[in-house]
């Protein structure tokens, strides 16, 4: 049953998110269609690292080193499910390759791929295509005990993660198992605990993705924000956080006030300017700013919204042995046209530059 007395889209994103997931274990490899590049795709230069990166658009902004960092742009496949439903993983990772594209993160390692393929042929063709597989969303927890999560099935979930060569593994989910109160948020901190320890022996990093809700409060203490649970019962060493921007700041606007009406402002890039190094992934997520709707944003594709990216990834970059520390996922939930969705997404990122 729903937490929410009412509707809500956000629950609704993150149940068909779930949905999504599965794995392809053993299944018997598939031609892949071949990739016809839209006409549309960014041009490519090759970078003075080796890299390939699109060629920089009229959207530059000054003239100082790239935001960006090199190798660190990744993409979450949640962002293309239609067109690896459709085409496959192959011609899918052909064009991100084109587009720029350093990393993929997985959600799920079918996404009704046309075509069954197993993770040591997913691998290959990631790599074939330039992109290194740097992690994957599986859910937290099931009432079904055969489910691919990783209270029903953690050495399953963490075996396929390690045949994938992941350096990270974690979970779209919200710590709501237990409930919303503190207590309830500490059962949760001790199960990822035991998830990151077990990843950790690995050599992987288990992480939390937050939506929204993960920022209100506490039902049987209002002046406690849950996100701060989160941070205070997990093991640094163990749990990591991969902070999706565009939620954060929708959270910011729905919970920078307590349920008494008190304030209680926070700014989600100083989440991670206080510990960066809990942060290794990012969800690079966009959104026009509309005050009537209850969310605060409006989804967009990167770089058409009002989020300032040149000032959040170079705060982060700029930090001391960290320019290299962090990985971005371009994501939309629902992008009208994904591959234009990626492909505008990698060229806006990449056309930032810091102040000089």
């Not at 790599?127 to 055969?146: A, K, Q």
Request: include cysteine; aromatic fraction near 10%; charge should be neutral.
């Amino acid at each position: 049953m729903s937490r929410f007395s009412q509707p809500d889209p956000e629950l609704n994103q993150r149940l068909s998110r779930r949905g999504m997931l599965g794995v392809a274990a053993g299944a018997t490899a598939a031609a892949l269609l071949g990739a016809a590049a839209p006409a549309n795709a960014a041009p490519r230069t090759a970078a003075a690292n080796g890299s390939a990166t699109p060629a920089t658009t009229s959207g530059t902004k000054g003239r100082g080193r790239p935001v960006l960092p090199p190798g660190r742009l990744g993409i979450q496949l949640y962002s293309l499910r239609d067109k690896v439903s459709t085409l496959g993983f192959g011609p899918v990772f052909a064009e991100l390759e084109r587009y720029g594209y350093d990393e993929v993160e997985f959600a799920g390692y079918t996404q009704g791929s046309a075509g069954p393929i197993t993770l040591a042929q997913l691998k290959r063709l990631a790599r074939n295509h330039g992109l290194n597989p740097i992690g994957s969303h599986v859910g937290y927890y099931s009432d079904d005990p055969n489910a691919y999560t990783f209270a029903q099935n953690l050495t399953k979930v963490l075996d396929d993660a390690q045949a994938l060569g992941l350096k990270h593994i974690g979970t779209a989910s919200g710590p709501f198992r237990y409930g919303s109160t503190v207590d309830a948020w500490k059962r949760a901190a001790e199960d990822f605990n035991t998830y990151g320890a077990a990843a950790r022996a690995r050599g992987m990093k288990f992480y939390q993705h937050n939506h929204s809700e993960e920022f209100s409060f506490a039902t049987d203490n209002p002046k406690v924000r849950l996100y701060d649970v989160l941070l205070k019962e997990t093991d640094p060493d163990l749990v990591h956080l991969e902070m999706d921007i565009y939620w954060a700041y929708v959270g910011q606007f729905r919970f920078s006030k307590r349920p008494d009406g008190t304030p209680a402002p926070f700014e989600p890039l100083n989440y991670v300017l206080r510990q960066p190094d809990r942060y290794p992934l990012f969800h690079v997520k966009d959104g026009e700013s509309d005050p009537s709707n209850p969310y605060g944003y409006n989804m967009t594709d990167v770089g058409d919204g009002d989020i300032d990216y040149q000032r959040f990834i170079s705060a982060v970059t700029r930090l001391r042995d960290h320019r290299l520390a962090h990985h971005w996922q371009a994501e939309h939930d629902n992008p009208a046209e994904s591959f234009t969705f990626a492909r505008r997404s990698s060229a806006h990122l990449h056309s930032l530059r810091e102040k000089c």
